[in-house]
C-alpha cells in the first residue's frame, strides 16, 4: 500500500484494494462457479421472430436426448403465483408488466427465451436445446425509434420541465438549433450473467450477479409468493455491471424454474449473444436540441425534446434532460422527454442512465453555439455558471465546477489553443481539441450496517450492498477503520448477500454516500459503546477496545444502526460535476480518430479512496472513448434481431485505444449530504464525455457529427 501505514489508515488514503488478492488469484468465486451436489445444467431456446406468438413447439427429440432431464416452456412451466396476481393497478398503469418468462405463448422481442433445456452435463443441454423445434404465427413488428417518432407519447410519470418562455432560444440574437442521436449500448461485463438455483422444500438460494441483493430478494419473493426467510440470494462478488444486474432478469427466473422443476440445483448461464437483450441496454435516443444566447454569450433560451425507446410492454425511463434542467443558468427553459414503444426487450438503467445520452446532446449543442458566438467554449460556460441550481432555485450542497473548469484548463493547456477548426496539423493528421462539462445527481439512501467487534481484535462489519468492481469492499473497510483507529488488516467488509442488513442496490452513485454513511455511523455508535466500559475512554484504538473485551469476560460486541437520509435533503440540490478536456488525431486520409490526451476533473465530495476513485474515472472515460467512437447495438430492423452481437462486431475499446488519463479530483467535502463528505463518482465521469470527443473531433476537422458513433464513414 502506498500513502498509509498498515496500522494507520485514514478516510482519503490510497489503500491498496483488500479483495484484490483474492481476485487476481481465482480465490473470489462468482455465479457461475458454484458447483453444488447433483448440479444440473440449463441451456435457453430462444426466438426467431420479434412479434408474434407460439404456434407450436416440438420438444420430443429434445426429450429423447441423453441427459436431458426436462424440457421446459410455456406448456409445462412451473406454475409462478406472482405473474397471475392481480397487479397494483397504479404500478400497471405507470410501468406496464415486466417480462414473464414460459408465461404464455406471446412473442414480444427477437431471441427471447421460450425454453429451457436442462440437462446433467452443460454440453448435453446445449446439444437437447437445438432440437427444440418452433412453429410460429409472424406478426408485423417496428424497432426503428426513427420510423415511430409520430408514436411518441409522454410516460405516465412525466418528466418534463418548463420555466420562463417556451422556445425562447428562437428570439436571442444568436441561436442554434440540432437533432443528435445516440445508439443502442449493449451491456458487455467482464462476467456474462449466469444464475444457480436450488430449492430445498419451499426455500430457494440463489447464486447470481446482482447489484441489489435485497431488491433480488424482494423481487423472488414477490413472484413464488415466499416470505423473506424461504428466499437467499447470495452475490458477493460481480463482475462488472453497471446497470444490467439491477433487476432479476431471464437467466436468473429459468434456473429458479428448472430447479423447481426438476428437483435439482441448475446453473444458467447466458451467452454473449445473448447478454445482447436479456439484459438490458441503453436506449437509443433522438433528441432535439436550440440554444440562444445574446451576443455575449448569456444563454436567453434552452429547448430540448428528447425521444428514448422502450420496449411495448413496459415502460422504461431515464433522465435524459436532467443535465438540461440544472446545468446552465437559463431563464427560459422547455425540456420535454417522451417514449416510443418498440418490439424490444426492456432497456435498463445503463452507466450514467439518461444523463450519458443527454448531456452528449446539451453539451454538442453548447460547442456549436460557442463557434457561432465567436467566443471559447469553456467562456461559454463559465459564463453561464448556476451559482444555485436552475430548475428549483435551491441552494447547492457544494458545487467546485468552477474548480474543475480552471484546474483541468491548467492542466491541459486549453489557454494555447488555436480556436479555428482544422488550424492544426502533425503531417497526416489533424489535431483537434474539445471540452464538455457534467452533472449528475448526488443523494444517499438509507442503509443499515452491523459492527462485530471480537475479542480478538477483528472487526466484522456487515450489509447487503454490493461490489461491481468500484472497490466497495476496499472503502467500507476504510471508513471503519479509520473510526475505529484500527489497522484495516483487523476489520472484514461483508457484502453481497440478503440475510445482511438492508442496504441499498449499488446504482445512481449513492454506494458510498448511503453505506459508507451506515457504517461509520455503526461504527460510532460501537465505539461509543465500547467507551462506556472504560473510565480511560479517551485515544483507545481497536486492540485497545479488544482488550477491554477480554476484561470483561466479553467474547464480542455489536451494533446495528440504520443511517436515515439527510431529513432536510430537499433545502439543497446534491450534484456531482465534472469537466472532460480531450486531444483528438483524425487522419487527413481515413478519417481514422485516436485519442491522444485526456483530462478530466471531477467535483465529487470527499475523495474516500485515491485509488479507487481514480480507476472510477478511467473507467468512466474508457467507456466514454467506447460511446463516442466506437459502441453502437445495429438492429436488421427486417427481422428485429442484432446485427452486432457479439465482441467481434460491437466495438469496445481495447489498450492501443486509450491514452494516459490526467485525473484531477477536487476532494473538497461536502458537509450537507452525509457524514463522511462523499458524494458519487460512479457515473459523473462519463456525462459529456462523449461530447467532448465530438466536438474535438469537430475542431480537427470542421465536420461536426451529431450521431454516434463517430467513424471514419461519418468523415470522408
Known sequence: MEGASLNQVRIGDPLTRVDGRLKVTGGAKYAVEYDLPDMAYGVLVTSTIAKGRIKNIDTSAAEKAPGVLSIITYVNSPKVPGYDAKPDPEKARVVGQEFRLFYDEKIHFNNQPIALAVADTFERATYAASLVKVEYVQESHQTDIRKNLSKAYTPKRPDNSARGIANAYKSAPVHIEEEYQTPIHVHNPMEPHATTAVWEGDRVTVYNKTQASKLAQSDIMKAFSLPEANVHVHSPFVGGAFGSSSRIWPQEMAAILGAKK????????????????????????VQKVGLGATPDGKLVGITHEAYGSTSAYEQFTERTIHPTKSLYNCPNLN????????????PCWTRGPGETSGSFALESAMDELAYALKMDPMALRLANYAEVDPENGTPWSSNYLKMCYEQGAKRFGWSKRNPVPRSTRDGSWLIGTGMAAGIYHANRSPATARAVLQADGTLIVQSATADVGPGTYTIMTQI????????????????????????PGQFGSHTTASVGSAVHDVCVALKEKLQVLAADQKNRDGQAYADLLKQRNLTQMDVT??????????????????????????HAATGEVRVSRVVSALDVGKVINQHTARSQVLGSVVWGIGMALMEDGVIDHRYGRYVTKDLADYHVPVCADVPAIDVILIDQPDAFLDPIGAKGIGEIGLIGFAAAMANAVYHATGKRIRELPITPDKLL
Do not use: H, W
Open 480 to 503: 471503519a477503520a479509520d473510526v475505529m483507529g484500527m489497522d484495516p488488516a483487523r476489520v472484514r467488509f461483508e457484502l453481497g448477500d440478503s440475510s445482511l442488513p438492508p442496504a
Open 335 to 346: 425540456a420535454t422527454y417522451r417514449l416510443i414503444s418498440l418490439d424490444l426487450s426492456t
Open 262 to 285: 426438476v428437483g435439482r440445483p441448475v446453473k444458467v448461464a447466458l451467452r454473449r449473444d445473448q447478454v445482447f437483450n436479456m439484459v438490458g441496454y441503453r436506449p437509443r435516443s
Open 561 to 586: 444502526k440504520e443511517s436515515k437520509e439527510e431529513p432536510d435533503k430537499e433545502k439543497r440540490s446534491g450534484q456531482s460535476f465534472c469537466a472532460n478536456f480531450v486531444e483528438v488525431r483524425v
